[in-house]
């Protein structure tokens, strides 16, 4: 057979290719194109969806933080969480879509609930790294803003517009919080103030109240309290001094009034009423002088005696009384009568030094007493004071603070919160990728063009190499013999063959181009 010189080069190949040599590979390529012509089809054909992204940059106040402390403690990264889940609730997508004029028609239909809710499905919120330097903690947090929509351009407009409006919102919020922050700091420094005033208000009564009686004063307390102790020794000596005087003087006096009496009852004044009277009086006063020593003067004998010397007394000087110049020792009983009064002066002035001394003494000693515990009380107070004046301190300066940044924020028109990355128009769909597609389609085709090769392969059941004759042995052989049209033909389809598998392939790299562009 003429057939195995034709394929006698075939017969060189391995099996798969020479099943493939044999036109096989007709059907392998029609599968492949065809499958990746529906698949590149389908990737044009499908509904494209474009995403276009944004990236909000929320750094700190670009202030020292050794000049102002900002009004937020809180990091940037620490607010990702809740400012994303505030920023994709239904309230505020509500807000953007009517001011962007999102989905009129589903508005119209559905309601603003469901242009939430479709403008929520088409947005992405992704926190990015703001650092690559692992050893170093980010200082600022960077949001993406993804937005998905049919339209390249209607993308870029919505994903600029939202990462602008919400720039501009979290600008104006950082105000309000730093300008809410400022007001309140200002009210509890001036609550700080009050109690302050009211604290040291307290510490100057207490200290004007217990004068005297505080630790400083304790020093000055004992060494006054010396000072009485000299000072009443001193008075109990003079007053003991002078108490002595006075028995000397009253015994003297007493002594020459004796004296007088004898003078007076004698020849010079021979009355016998005054004799009598003299002699009731000095038996009286004798009776009197012993039972004042054995009693007390609210005894009713001795109160008797009293009257009844008294009485005696208005008698007898009821007596025509002899002259008084005719009466020995009167000038030397008004001297000791005059140094008597005297006497009992200085002895009442020393006996009311000394009370006067004792009432102060024990006063300081009291307050010296309560040194210690008016030094507990006043340590009360006046930790209570420097707390009170810390607290004030603090919160003064967080508020000149909380000021200043809120001034500067403003002034700096929220420069820590802006849009890093502006949006712009997309190329290529996010959705259907074009390239991944035409790969897919490329891979799928080989593999169920193979497949197809392989199964027209199986289902063959011509011989076409000597191997697959019964016993492997040829015994005659019959030439082809082909005329010149069927030659031309052949040849003609051979070209046609050639020309359509260059088709394919410019047709399968162009589309290939086109979708990797």
Do not use: C
């Amino acid at each position: 057979m003429s057939r195995w010189e034709e394929t006698e080069s075939e017969n060189a190949a391995p099996a798969p290719l020479s099943a493939l040599l044999r036109r096989r590979w007709r059907w392998a390529a029609a599968v492949m194109t065809g499958v990746w012509m529906l698949t590149w089809s389908l990737a044009w054909l499908l509904p494209a969806r474009y995403d276009a992204r944004s990236v909000i940059q929320i750094a700190p106040p670009p202030v020292p933080r050794d000049y102002v402390m900002p009004n937020g403690s809180t990091q940037p990264l620490a607010q990702l969480p809740a400012l994303m889940e505030r920023l994709l609730s239904p309230a505020p997508l509500r807000r953007e879509a009517e001011h962007l004029h999102l989905y009129p028609h589903m508005k119209t239909a559905r309601g603003a609930a469901a242009v939430a809710a479709r403008l929520r499905r088409g947005l992405t919120l992704t926190p990015l790294e703001a650092n690559l330097n692992p050893r170093i903690a980010p200082t600022m947090a960077l949001l993406e803003v993804r937005y998905r929509a049919s339209s390249p351009k209607r993308a870029q407009q919505v994903a600029q517009a939202l990462a602008t409006d919400w720039v501009q919102e979290l600008r104006r919020e950082g105000e309000q919080h730093s300008a809410q922050t400022t007001a309140f700091l200002q009210q509890q420094a001036r609550q700080a103030a009050a109690r302050l005033a009211r604290r040291a208000q307290a510490v100057e009564e207490f200290q004007r109240r217990y004068s005297g009686e505080l630790p400083a004063q304790a020093g000055g307390l004992q060494q006054e309290i010396s000072n009485d102790l000299n000072q009443l020794a001193a008075a109990r000596q003079q007053a003991r001094q002078a108490h002595q005087q006075a028995r000397y003087l009253d015994a003297l006096l007493h002594r020459y009034q004796r004296l007088q009496n004898q003078i007076a009852a004698g020849p010079f004044n021979p009355s016998p009423e005054r004799q009598s009277l003299a002699a009731q009086r000095t038996s009286i006063a004798a009776q009197l002088a012993q039972l004042e020593t054995e009693d007390t003067a609210a005894n009713p004998d001795i109160q008797a005696l009293r009257q009844k010397l008294a009485a005696l007394q208005r008698l007898e000087r009821a007596q025509p009384p002899a002259p008084v110049a005719q009466l020995p020792l009167t000038a030397e009983m008004m001297q000791l009568a005059s140094r008597r009064q005297s006497n009992q002066l200085a002895l009442g002035s020393a006996l009311a030094d000394e009370r006067r001394l004792q009432a102060r003494l024990a006063r300081r000693q009291q307050q010296l007493a309560l040194a210690p515990l008016r030094g507990q009380q006043l340590d009360a107070l006046t930790t209570r004071l420097n707390a009170a004046q810390a607290a004030y301190n603090s919160l003064a300066s967080r508020a000149q603070q909380s000021a200043l940044a809120t001034a500067l924020e403003r002034r700096e028109q929220g420069r820590q919160t802006r849009v890093l990355v502006p949006a712009t128009r997309p190329e290529r769909p996010n959705w259907p990728n074009r390239a991944q597609w035409n790969w897919m389609g490329l891979l799928l085709g080989l593999a169920l063009g193979a497949g197809t090769a392989a199964a027209l392969e199986s289902h063959d059941d011509r011989l076409w190499t000597q191997e697959a004759l019964p016993g492997g042995t040829l015994l005659a052989a019959i030439p082809r013999l082909a005329t010149e049209a069927e030659l031309r033909r052949a040849d003609r389809q051979r070209r046609w063959t050639w020309a359509v598998s260059l088709l394919l392939v410019l047709l399968i790299a162009a589309g290939s181009w086109w979708s990797l562009r």
